[in-house]
């Protein structure tokens, strides 16, 4: 591209020297032989007048002093009934500048060499040549700089594009004063903006996903190893067997609520949901692995409680809590369930050494975990999740650790109203 833009820029500028020095040398050529002839006129007209001068004042010609006076001049002066006087030098035939000049008694031809008007006319050609070559210098310069501005940031446009086009989602960052180049840098920033969203948002979503499905797997895992122990029992098998299932269930359901989460601008609407069905569910579920760290999960608080909530979503919660205190709490993991006038709240706490007073402001943001090697994922998650339902996670202590899900109460059913339905829902 820079070639063919020093190219063109040549050729406009050739092309402009010729059509304004051409004409130029023309017009100057012509100027030159209109000063010569018209030089030659008057010295042919100031030898016929001071030669009839001389003659009515009664003196003679002096030819000598003509020739003094018309140096490089051919001169032919013809008197009247009288003899022609040639001074000078004959010029070459073919290139001779003539003029003539009359009086009563004379009549003189004044003729010069062609070929002093030439070298004239030559330096002054000579000069037009020299200022074309430094105007054609000083374009291709120019043309040259602008090339260079041009090209260079195409360059590194092109550049831009392909490492987004590589998955290196770096803005450019830079503008060029050139107005559609510009637009342009505008446009690639705005797509690396867009793909580093797209690829955070994968990212995001692929480490969301492997966190919510791995506590259902491993439910799901315990309820077949116990299966396994408890081959020779029948019921027992049955009763893993159903536990197996619905953890497969509660595994399809978490699956649909991760592909369908970025489905929906605005956040799920709650139902009226049993509390205790989904405590007893989550207790059934880490009763098993609790037994085997020597551990104990109970339940405490009111019965009967009900709230507006998504029971999928709330059982996450709820397993991401019990699971937090299992992995980061010791001794005995209680859930206690109460209301206040406008929530109802299930807390969850245990008996460990709660979170460090470092992590307290920062527990609900992601990556951010309380031992080496955590992914920082589940609190929130946890959080983002309740939200989606219009309930609130807190953490209403650090030292021994007790969070609460603080999940919106039903409104009060008004006279004359249908009561509605209580469900728990497939968790």
Do not use: C
């Amino acid at each position: 591209m820079r070639q063919r833009l020093l190219f063109s820029t040549l050729a406009v500028a050739v092309i402009a020297v010729l059509l304004l020095g051409l004409p130029l040398a023309v017009a100057l050529s012509r100027l030159e032989l209109n000063e010569a002839g018209q030089q030659l006129s008057h010295d042919a007209a100031l030898v016929a007048n001071g030669l009839q001068y001389r003659l009515e004042a009664g003196k003679p010609a002096d030819p000598q002093e003509i020739a003094r006076t018309l140096p490089n001049r051919y001169v032919v002066i013809m008197r009247h009934g009288g003899q022609t006087i040639t001074l000078g030098t004959k010029p070459p035939a073919g290139n001779t500048i003539k003029a003539h000049a009359a009086t009563e008694n004379f009549d003189v031809t004044v003729e010069a060499d062609g070929a002093i008007t030439g070298k004239r006319l030559t330096g002054a050609l000579a000069l037009i040549g020299s200022l074309a070559v430094l105007a054609i210098g000083v374009a291709v310069g120019l043309a040259f700089i602008q090339a260079r501005k041009l090209t260079k940031p195409l360059v590194e446009l092109s550049q831009a594009a392909e490492r987004l086009g590589s998955g290196d989602a770096r803005p450019l960052g830079r503008r060029y004063g050139v107005g559609e180049l510009d637009q342009v840098a505008e446009g690639l920033d705005r797509s690396v903006r867009r793909v580093a969203d797209l690829l955070a948002a994968e990212r995001e979503f692929a480490m969301d996903a492997s966190h919510q499905l791995r506590t259902p797997l491993t439910a799901l895992s315990m309820r077949l190893e116990e299966m396994i122990a408890s081959a020779e029992d029948p019921a027992v098998v049955r009763e893993e067997g159903a536990a197996a299932l619905a953890q497969t269930e509660r595994l399809a359901s978490v699956v649909s609520q991760l592909l369908g989460r970025g489905a929906a601008n605005k956040p799920a609407t709650g139902e009226l949901t049993s509390i205790d069905d989904i405590v007893a569910q989550q207790v059934a579920e880490w009763d098993p692995a609790f037994r085997r760290a020597n551990r104990k999960l109970e339940v405490l608080g009111a019965k009967g409680l009900y709230a507006l909530a998504t029971p999928g979503a709330l059982a996450q919660v709820i397993a991401t809590l019990i699971d937090n205190a299992l992995v980061h709490g010791a001794g005995t993991v209680a859930i206690r369930t109460w209301q206040t006038p406008k929530s109802v709240v299930t807390e969850i706490r245990d008996e460990g050494r709660g979170v460090p007073p470092d992590l307290v402001p920062r527990i609900f943001e992601r990556n951010v975990s309380g031992r080496p090697g955590g992914t920082g994922l589940g609190l929130a998650l946890a959080r983002d999740m309740a939200a989606a339902d219009g309930a609130h996670v807190a953490l209403l202590r650090p030292r021994p650790a007790a969070f609460a899900i603080f999940l919106p109460r039903p409104r009060p059913r008004q006279d004359g109203e249908a009561p509605t339905p209580a469900v728990s829902g497939p968790v």
